[in-house]
Each structure stands twice: as C-alpha cells, then as structure tokens.
C-alpha cells in the first residue's frame, strides 16, 4: 500500500525558512520521480519541484527558484524541500506525490502559511 505521510509546515513570517518533509512507504522509492505540489485557496494545485531517482535531477517553477531547494534520502525513503526567503504567496497546502504505472498517489499534505 502506497502511503506518503508529508510533515514541517507551519506559520512563519515573511522571509522565513521551513523545512518540509515526505516519508514514503509501499513502493520502491528509490527508482522513482518524487514531486512537491502546492494548492492554495480558491487555485489549482501547481507543481513546485520534483527530483528523479537518483537526485541528480531537479527542477522547479519560475515562482520558487532559488529560494526553494528539494532533496532526497534514498536510504530513508524521504523527500525533503527546504523552502526559504518565504513570501505570503506560498501560502498554500504542500503535497507530496509519485506517479506510479500512470496512476498519482498523494499525502493527506501539510499546510504553510505565511504572515506577519
């Protein structure tokens, strides 16, 4: 069973840093893409960053470069974005996914807000 459990969100002031965290379980993490998303109220769910199995590759959304960097423990089953000089517009709910034969499977997410 695919389970993807994200955790390290919070409330944070603007230029602050957050760690997040997805640890994965059911599958075999460590030959697959693994993809942040983000879905802020009353928008679609965008895609912030994703890094391929081995980490060599990653890209991110124009909003989010150089200020978000996303990482992985193969060994951990783990997927991390450290997310820094936080803006309000990245207000949202942060969700861990993995696309497996065609098919998306996503965290319940963890929500980051924004604010002075």
């Known amino acids: 069973q695919v389970r993807l459990v994200e955790s390290g969100g919070g409330l944070v002031q603007p230029g602050g840093s957050l760690r997040l965290s997805c640890v994965a379980t059911g599958f075999r993490f460590s030959i697959n893409t693994m993809r942040w998303y983000r879905q802020a109220p009353g928008k679609e769910r965008e895609l912030v960053a994703l890094?391929?199995?081995?980490?060599?590759?990653?890209n991110y959304a124009d909003s989010v470069k150089g200020r978000f960097t996303i990482s992985r423990d193969n060994a951990r089953n783990t997927v991390s974005l450290q997310m820094n000089s936080l803006k309000p517009e990245d207000t949202a709910v942060y969700y861990c996914?993995?696309?497996?034969?065609?098919?998306?499977?996503w965290g319940a997410g963890t929500q980051v807000t924004v604010s002075s």
């Open positions: 996914n993995v696309v497996l034969y065609s098919m998306d499977y």
């Open positions: 890094i391929t199995s081995t980490g060599v590759t990653t």
